[in-house]
Every structure is written in structure tokens, then in C-alpha cells.
């Protein structure tokens, strides 16, 4: 499996702390059509988010100034994402402490399922950006929707069949619908690829299925059959697969590819021969 | 082109490397970290055809993403155009290298941050030429001080050349000239433009 240099650390910030926002997500949702709040779930989904934040820095060349990331909040759309992550696990943290002195709240997960929707919805627009057509479209969308896919799963195994089944419906079919859409627009992308990545978007239908089956139609026939723990690990397993393959086969706009097609155009093109 | 910048002629360019080699040695740049790159079009796909060369290097774009993008202000656009990249500042997050569409930014590993072309703007503020410009030993590569008019026939976009993403660089491009390169050229533009 190869990606472009130094993006590691993003897919697994990405895949932990997607998944533990997309926990506390879920859990609000859940709440939100009248099951009881599974503390469990807002825990795990807190300490992912947590790890995932802390591994986020090793992708810093200089983790020290971190801080300074906040500087431009409102302009830059990393700030803005780095202040959703943290207001996401604030709100997490606040929760998982309510509940441990036993009071409850209807309102608080809520508002913690609110925020962390905004940091998953932040991570899908950090990579919003003019001109490069391989991140755009409904893979902005991809982080919120397969972090609460995996949120829902998650509860839905842990709370048993008792649970209201409309949540994980409803994000299940947004996340099929985003991905098939990524999926079209990757198949269409025509810039050229580097030799040593060339592997990795020949096998491109193989892992963009793999992610399919694991993240949605595995998962979802399991808990309909057999609602084991299987299944958490299961749906991760399509989470990590989702991330990798968003960086994987990106191919970002730069004058190299763009040369690259120019190039391509030669070699089709009717053009006059030096003498 | 209102902001300081590039001219490049492609006719007058042999892609000689002299601009890398003059980039490299007055900003101590190591080969794998030049700031200048001289990238050839048409060798490997039609060989013996016409080919010519962009010496491409920061743009200092009216609307340059990687100052837009960058979360810490490590960006700054000076009044004459040109875009300066303060190292005090970089997160060394490489989110500019995501946000150009030229691929210019480029994360050093050993040091942490990004870094690129300036514009040799300590050679400007001193009254002198970019150390590419200075070497250019056929002048295809001049210097464009701001002055908001366009220098002759040159243009923003070249066949390998193109601006996705409304950055307006500050690059221009003199065509190539002759029968032959005359229709390399007009024969990929009618092509890109589908």
C-alpha cells in the first residue's frame, strides 16, 4: 500500500478521532430518537478523539507550535478544524463527567453530538480546496458520514436489538449514497499517477469495494443475523480502509501532472515534426 | 500582473539549469530542496519532437493559496507582490503543499518546516535582480517588478502551464516562435482547451 510522503499520521488522526466524534454522534442521535445513552460508547469515542489529536502532532514538523495553529480561526480552514477537535473533546470530556456524577441531562449529549458533527464536517472541509478536483465534491462529505456509520454500528451492537434502528438507517444510506459519489468521481480523475503509486490506483476498485463491504454492507447484515463485537472491528476495519483510500488516491494539481497531461496530449495530438 | 514576478520567454530557454544552480547557490539550497525547478515538455513522449522548458519556481500569486490555507500566519504578501514565508512561524503541518496548485512548498524533514522561493527579495530590497534572473545566460528569464501592466505578448497560461484554481500568478509566459514549436504550441492549446 502506497501513499503519498508523510500522510500516515493523517489516516490514522483521521480514522481514530473520525471515529470517536462520530461515536459521540451517534450516541447524541441515538438519545435524540429515545434510547438511553450508553456511557460506554461516549467514553471509548472520548479516548479515540484523544489519541487521535496526539498522534495528529507527530504529522507537525514542529509539534511545539501547535498552539499557533488557532491563530487564524475563522480564515484558515485547519484552524477552523483544529478548533472544532478541541471543542469536540471538551464537550465529550464534560459528558463523560456528568454522567459519572450520575446526573443526567438530556441536552448535554446533544450538544456534544452537535460539536462533534462540526469537527467531522471541519475534517471534510479542511480538504476543500480550489483547484483540486480529487478532494472536492462528496468526499468532503466522507469523514461525517462514515465516522457516524461507524458510531451507529458501534451502539447499535453494544445496546443490543432493543435500540431505535431509524439512526443507523438514515446514516447508512447517506453514506452509501457520499461514497458511491466519491467512488464516480475518483474513476473519473485523469491526471497522471507516479510510478510508484501506479499499483495502488490499478487496485483502486478492489479497495474502494473492500471499504464498501466492511463500512456498510457486512457490518449491517451482521447485526441483522449475528450482532456480535465481530462487528465493531468489522466496520473499523472499512473506517481505516475509507481514510487510507481518501489520501491514497488523491492526486492533487501541480505542475508536474499538469505536464503530465500536456504530455499526454502530445502523444494523441497530430503535431508537426521537427525536421 | 500587478505584483512582482516572472517573466519566462520558451523561446529564448534551453533548459540549462543555470537559474537552479544560481537559486541554489545564493539561498544554500541543497539539491533535493531547490526552490527552482527546470521541467522539460515533450522529451519522453515523442522523441526528436519540438520541446521546450518551464523554470518554474514560487509565483507570488495575487491569490496565493498556501498564504490563505496556512493556520499559523507563517505566510506573508508584501506591498510589492511578493508572498515571504516566515520559518518562526511554520507548524511544519505541510497544509500549503496541499493547498498549491503548483506543488511549490516544500517540507524540509530534517528542519521541520516548509520552505520556498522568496523572490531573492533581500537582492530587490538591495536594488538587485533574483540570482535566477542574474544567471539566465539567454535573458530568458527576466525579472517583472510590480508595475500592474503585462509585458508584450506574454500570457499567464502555457500548454503544461495553468491556473486551476484562481490564484493569478504572477508568471508570464513568452511563446515559442517558429514554424515548427509555433505548431507544437497552438496544436496542444486547441487540445488542452477540450
Redesign the interface.
Known sequence: MSQPAGQTPLVVFTSLAGAGAGLVAATAMFVAAGAPMSRQAVVVGVVLQAVGLAVSLTHLGRPLRATLALTRVGRSALSNEVLMATQSLMWGVGLVALTATGRSVKAVPLFAGAFSVLFLVSIGLVYRIRGQASWGGASICTPLTSGCLFGAITIRTLMGPGTPVTPLLLVLTLDAVMFLLRWRAIARLRWPVEPDRATTFLRRDRWLSARLVLLDAFPISLLIVWPTPLVIGVAAAGLVIDRWSFYAFGLPHTTEREIGRAEDAIATASIPQEP | MSGAGFVLDLHRCVGCGACVLACRVENGRVESEAWRRV?P??L???P???TYF?S?ACHHCEEP?CL??????AYEKRADGIVVHHEA???????CE??C???TPR???H????SKCHLCAHRIDDGREPACVAACPTEALRFAPASGADEGDARPAV?????????RPSLRFVPPKG??RD??FQ??EK??RR
Not at chain 2, 490563505?68 to 500566519?73: E, K
Not at chain 2, 512561524?89 to 497544509?95: E, V
Not at chain 2, 500548454?159 to 490564484?167: I, L, R, S, Y
Request: charged fraction near 15%; glycine fraction near 18%; proline fraction near 9%.
Open positions: 521541467l515538455l515533450n519522453r513522449r515523442q526528436g519532437g519540438p518551464l518554474v493559496a490563505n490555507g496556512c493556520p499559523s500566519g512561524r511554520c507548524l511544519g503541518c505541510r497544509y496541499m493547498t496548485p503548483f506543488g517540507f524540509e524533514a528542519r521541520g518546516v516548509v500548454p503544461g502551464f495553468v491556473d486551476p484554481a484562481g490564484c514554424a515548427v505548431g507544437l496544436a496542444l487540445r488542452m
